[in-house]
């Protein structure tokens, strides 16, 4: 096996074979394993017993097709990713049980929750819960955001009068 490869070799996997064959009535595939120090234990040395056909290629290693994606790079792009971004610039949070609706809606697909999470993460998007915030944290920000259109409003004119209805009601 090479160092930069977690696969072994089709005439290394040849030659446990070969040892196998040579003692099987005496060995089962666990020893064989053990034997050769192979870290995937006889579930490995079967899966390559299964599949040789006496033929070195049988041996080699396939490259295995990734999961076939229901949407392609620009939906998830244009549906998913731009969407959630713009949530998040928005600093307001998102309701995923509806983007499922709207992409579905838009794309004609039956999409699930846990495949947008998926295709969120492949680009970078984390799912985070919201923090509910007391009734006196969000009183707090109402009067940081009132003192900061406060600011704004003293920039427009010097000639215009302004007022604002700073009552504040508390609901509950």
Known sequence: MS??????????????I????????????????????????HATVKRWYDRYNGNLSSLQHHHRSERAPILNKKQINKFITMVIRSHNRLSSSINYTKLVKSVREKTNTN??????????????????????RSHKELGE???????????KLQRVSN????FLDETHQNQR
């Open 3 to 16: 160092d930069s490869s977690r696969y072994y070799e089709s005439s290394f996997k040849k030659c446990v």
């Open 18 to 41: 070969d040892f196998y064959l040579r003692n099987q009535p005496n060995l089962s595939f666990r020893s064989v394993a053990n034997h050769f120090r192979i870290p995937g234990d």
């Open 111 to 132: 999409l699930s929750l846990r495949t947008i999470q998926r295709y969120g993460n492949k680009n970078g998007i984390k799912c985070k819960k919201n923090i509910k």
């Open 141 to 151: 920000l109402a009067c940081d955001e009132t003192a900061t259109l406060r600011l």
């Open 159 to 162: 000639k215009k009068i302004i």
